[in-house]
Structure formats: C-alpha cells, structure tokens
C-alpha cells in the first residue's frame, strides 16, 4: 500500500542516519545519540495521546451525549455522566486525568462488551500478534530471497515474471484477494475453513488443537504473506541493484571470489540494511492489512476488534485499540533505529 | 484572402523578447525534451494508454450506462445473477448491472484519488518548501519553524495510516468529502520529506544568493525559484501517490466509511461481501478488484516512468 509513502520513509531513515552522522562527528556519543532516539519516540507517543484526548473528548461538541448514543436524557442525568467522566473540570485538569488513567491502563469501558476496554484489547492480542508474526517472518523471509535472486541476474526470466508478479500483488488490495481466495478454497473447494480461528466446539486439544489452528491460520496467513512479499522483494532488488557498480565488488571478483562468494558475503549484507529499516517502518501498513485481512477471515484479533468497534460504534475500543497501534509502530521504529545503529558501522561511528 | 500579413510569417525579430517568453520557451522545449524520454519506456506508455482508457471511460459513464441503473428501488434484474444480455457481468444482491455500477463507480474512485492527492500534494510541497527555505536560514526562527514542521512530518509518518484514518473518518461521519480529508491529511508526509531535500538542493544554488542579493522576499524566493525547481519531482510523486490514495480510497469504503449514496469500487467489494457474494455471481467480486489493480497498476508504471526520465540513475532498475 501507498509506495509514495513508504519512499518517503526509507528517504526520512536515510536521512536520519546522515543527521546521526553529523551529530556524532559534533563530539557527542553514541550514548546521547540513544537518548535523543529515545526522547523522541516518548515525544511521539505523547502526542498521540494528546491527539487520541481531543479527537474523542473535544471534538465532539457534547461528550456527554456522544455517550449516551442519541437516547434523550434529563438534566440530572446529563450531570450525573458529567460528573462521573469528569467532563465539567478545565480542559487541563481533565487532560491530566486521562494521563494518569491511560498510565494505569484503564483505558475506559467498552460500550459493546461493558468490560475493561484493556481486558477486550488483551484478550484480542494474541491471536494478531501470531498472524501478524508468521506472515512477517515468511513473507521477510520470501521476500528477501527473490529480491536478491531476481536483482542479482537482472533481466532473466526468473527476474521479469517475479518483479512482475510483484508489481501486480503491489496493487492489489490485500482484502479482495483474501475474499477471493476465501471463495475459492473455502466455498467452492471446501479445502479451507470459511474464518474463524478453531472450529465449533473447540479444535481438540494437543496436536488436534494445533492442527485445527494451523488449518484455520493458512488462509490469512497467505494472503499476507502474498501482499507484503512484493513490497519486501521489490526493495531488496533494487537496494542490491544499487550495490551492484560498487568498487568493493570489483574488488571481491578481483580476488578471485566465486560469484556466488561475492553475492553472499559483499553484495548481499550491505543491501540488506535497507530492507531491515523498510521492514521494521512497514508495521504500520501490516497493522492496516491485519484490520482488513482479519475482517474477512473473522479471525478474533484485533483487527476484527477495530472492525466491530468501528460499526458498533464502540469509542473507547477504537481509541485505545489506536493508541495501541500507534505504541506498536512507533516502538518499531525505535528498534529499527537502535538495530541499524548496531548493524552499520557508518551509522555507529561516522 | 485579405491582407498579406496574415499569410506571410511575421518576422522573429518584431516579436517582443520579454523574460516571460523566454521562461515559457524554454519550459516548452523542457517539456519536448521530457515526452521524447518518457516515449522510449514501454511500461510508461502502456500505463499511460490504460489511464487516458480508465479516464474516458470515467468521463464517459452517462453516455456508457444510464445512471437510472444504480437505483436500487428501479432494478428489475435477476438478484445476484450471473451475465445476462442486459447485463453482461451479472447483477448484485439488488439487482442492479454489475457493469452499471462499475462504470459509474469509476468517477467515484478517480474522484477521490485525484482530490485526495491534489490536497496530499499541496499540503507536502507547502510543508516541504517552507521547511526547507526556512530551515537553509541562519536564524533561531527558522531552524526552529523546520524542527516543527518536520516534527509534525515525522508523526504522521509514524502514526500508522489505517487506524488513524478509521478513527477520523469515524468521529467526522461518512461522506465523500470526509474521505477525501482523511486521505488527503494522512498521505502527506512522504511527499514533505522528499520535496524538502530537493528544496535543501535547491537553496544553496547561485541563482537564489543571486536573489536574495537583488531583495527577493520569502515569498519570491519560495514560489519563483524553489518551487519551479521542485515542480518536475513533485508531479512525479503525484501520480505514484494516487495509485496509493485509490488503494486507501478502496479500503476505508471496504471497511464501510464510504459515501453509500456515491458507490466506489470498494463500495462495491464492501456491497459483496457483507450480501454473499460466495453463494452467486463471482464477477460482482472479481471485476471492481482487477479494474483496481489495472488502474493502480497504471499509474504506478507512469509514475516509475516519470521518475526515470527525470532522475536517469534510477533509469537501471
């Protein structure tokens, strides 16, 4: 989804290393290049929270009757919610109380489960976060390795049909091949089941158990996989690309090296440093195939969570199951920063 | 034939030479010289040709298929049937032509993708300019207003774009403008980010000194000099960044935030699965996905096109 924007991000990474750079030869050290990396990812959270405060809170002109979904209510009634949600203090004052409340991780009560909107949102966790993970690690994984194979025998077959397939899975939106491969397998073929995350009753339990989940996981798990692969092994071949006139190969041919040599052990780790800071950037549009994907499979996370809140409409999930989101991605950005301090050298001591 | 000026090619040198000429001269031959490159990349020209095909047909759609069609209480169709001779890609749960609804649903989507980047694009280059102009200034003022701005840059970056958009367009309401805000606000920072380097670029050429030793306000200097230069990379980045915000366009409706009265193609896929699209006619499905990917994949391929005659080191790839 949205190449513009993911270039945008690879050149705001690159750039940050060049700033890195410039900080570093300034005498200060590594140690304050942390701090600052750290500063501002917290910097980053705090306004999402300021953001998530107002958008709820403030933007809509009557709270109080925003909770109450349109039913008529009397004055006293009005109060009591006022007084309850603390709507009547200042602006500040009620600022610092959703603080210390999110801080506490009470997050508000879901208006469709009438339970803790953190207890909804933790008990949704788990089955993203295996979806997520395992079409991530596959599809990275995939990925990388046709990006490489393709960028490194441009123009072969194998490098057309793939960067053309690619090109295709790029534009496709990752709900509708998922609603296809759901007719296709699971109505028509039977082979896959219609969504869900176990069967009725339960898979069983033991290998049973995890054979049913594993049967249930394969479809959303490809269609995934499928859709960020492309985006995963368009990158690595043109980073490789990019190496592929450097001196430093000529250098490793010079001596002597075999082809393959040279790929493995010069071409390849330096045109991996790219696609590791892209695929950490890229939660964020993981998070938004994980939404649509997860609706069409119904499988239970938090995605769907999103899903049902949106259409309920369910205000205190949809705000924390942003908050969330927005705490995952930005805590993926900081890694990919501290991992490219530790992988490139350049980074560490330019 | 009346009098012999008309006929007669009026001689060069009677033609006032004033600096605008010479501005739009050059920027025609610019222009020729740009076409004679783009012409040469195939995939360019194949993407092109399907886009000008998507936009006529869009343009085109009263003449194509009456728009009476797309009311649901005059559909008198088979519901959710496969092709017919009134309507060849079968009809949906309602009864309506399948390729009624395509082709109206064509504008919509363009729509949204054209107006969600023209806002993207005018809020990225503002953005970028501004940052870049006043970030090149040896002032407090102006490292601290593009310290701000890339701040602001840097959180829309990060913030991931589904949930944010699904949390605004849910607070805002359903409709086609609310879509197009949310796009449009969400799709930016990208484009900030690469017109500011270019603008960094830009500033510390002689021409701009030239201009500021001559009096050139911030103004000038932003809009005649900065802006001009950052013009080609910036239309390239628009075209790329509609293929993305027709693709966000699809996946807000999917989720139901669309405008129910103005059906896009999403709106459609949105129609199709929530009314068992799986039990009859497939086409209701797979038709509004390829017109997507074909579109999408049209203007990503003018897009890479563009880019490769304007920046000749990616022309490798």
């Known amino acids: 989804m949205a190449g513009a924007m993911l270039e945008g991000a690879l050149a705001a990474a690159q750039e940050l290393r060049g700033e890195e750079a410039g900080a570093a030869r300034g005498g200060a050290g590594l140690a ?58 200042p602006l500040p004052a009620q600022f610092w109380n959703y603080l210390v409340q999110t801080f506490h991780g009470n997050l508000g009560i879901s208006f469709e489960y009438h339970i803790g909107v953190s207890q909804v ?45 690619n090109n295709t899975l790029y534009a496709m939106p990752d709900f509708w091949l998922g609603m296809v491969l759901l007719i296709v397998f699971a109505s028509k ?12 009753g339960g898979g069983g339990t033991g290998l049973a158990g995890i054979n ?10 490809i269609v995934l996989t499928l859709v960020y692969l492309a985006e995963y092994s368009l990158v690595m071949r043109s980073s490789l690309i990019d ?21 493995r052990r010069h071409a390849v780790p330096n045109a991996l440093l790219p696609s590791i800071t892209l695929i950490m950037l890229n939660l964020g549009f993981v998070i938004s195939g994980a939404i649509t994907t997860e609706t069409v499979f119904s499988w239970p996370g938090l995605g769907l969570l999103s899903y049902n809140a949106l259409n309920f409409p369910d205000y205190p999930v949809l705000e924390g199951a942003f908050l969330l989101f927005s705490a995952a991605v930005i805590a993926a950005n900081l890694i990919a920063d501290l991992l490219l301090t530790v992988l490139d050298p350049r980074v560490r001591q330019a | 034939m009346s009098a012999p000026t008309d006929t007669a090619p009026r001689p060069p040198a009677v033609t006032s030479v004033t600096a605008r000429r010479i501005a739009w001269d050059r920027r025609r031959r610019a222009l020729a010289r740009f076409w004679r490159e783009y012409r040469k990349d195939r995939d360019g020209m194949i993407g092109l040709v399907v886009l000008v095909l998507m936009i006529a047909v869009a343009l085109a759609a009263p003449l ?31 009864g309506r032509s399948v390729l009624t609804e395509l082709i109206w649903g064509s504008r919509i989507s363009l729509l949204i993708g054209f107006a969600a980047t023209l806002l993207s694009m005018v809020i990225g280059a503002v953005i970028g300019i501004v940052a870049g102009h006043f970030g090149t200034l040896n002032s407090w003022f102006g490292r601290q207003s593009d310290n701000v701005l890339m701040r602001v840059t840097d959180w829309f970056l990060v913030v991931p774009f589904l949930p944010l958009a699904i949390v605004l367009a849910r607070t805002l309401g359903p409709s086609l403008h609310v879509i197009i805000i949310v796009i449009g606000i969400t799709s930016w920072p990208g484009t900030a980010r690469i017109i500011r380097a270019q603008a960094l670029a830009v500033e510390t050429r002689p021409y701009l000194e030239r201009a500021r030793a001559l009096g050139a306000g911030h103004w000038h200097q ?18 790329l960044t509609v293929a993305g915000t027709i693709l966000s366009e699809t996946t807000l409706s999917f989720l139901g935030l669309g405008d129910p009265t103005r059906a896009s193609w999403g709106e459609m896929l ?37 880019e490769a005659v304007l920046n000749p080191r990616l022309r490798e790839r």
């Not at chain 1, 073929?189 to 009725?200: A, L, T």
């Open chain 1, 212 to 221: 049913d989940l594993l049967w249930h996981l394969t479809l959303p798990c």
């Open chain 1, 121 to 165: 949102i933790g008990s949704a966790l788990w089955p993203t976060i295996l979806l997520v993970g395992t079409s991530t690690v596959l599809s990275t994984v995939i990925g990388v390795w046709i990006g490489i194979r393709g960028g490194w025998n441009r123009g072969s077959t194998f490098d057309k049909t793939s960067t053309a397939i």
């Open chain 1, 189 to 200: 073929w039977f082979i896959f089941p219609e969504g869900g995350m176990h069967s009725f």
């Open chain 2, 64 to 94: 194509l298929a009456s728009s009476r069609g797309l009311n649901v209480t005059l559909a008198t169709y088979p519901v959710n049937a496969g092709p017919g001779w009134h309507y060849p890609l079968g009809t949906d749960a309602d």
């Open chain 1, 243 to 263: 190496e592929l006139g450097s001196d430093y190969l000529l250098t490793a041919r010079a001596k002597g090296l075999r082809d393959a040599m040279v790929r």
């Open chain 1, 32 to 89: 304050r290049n942390l701090g600052i990396k750290i500063g501002s990812a917290i910097v980053t959270l705090f306004f999402v929270l300021v953001f998530n405060f107002f958008l709820f809170r403030v933007l809509p002109a009557d709270p109080a009757r925003n909770l109450a979904r349109g039913t008529t209510l009397t004055a006293t009634q009005m109060a009591a919610i006022n007084k309850t949600y603390g709507l009547g203090l």
């Open chain 2, 270 to 306: 949105n129609n199709a699965f929530n009314n068992g699209v799986g039990t009859g006619n497939a086409l209701w499905l797979i038709t509004p996905g390829v017109a997507i990917i074909v579109v999408v994949m049209g203007f990503t391929l003018v897009g890479h096109a563009m």
């Open chain 2, 222 to 239: 932003m809009s005649k000099h900065v802006l001009p230069n950052v013009m080609p990379l910036l239309l390239a980045n628009t075209i």
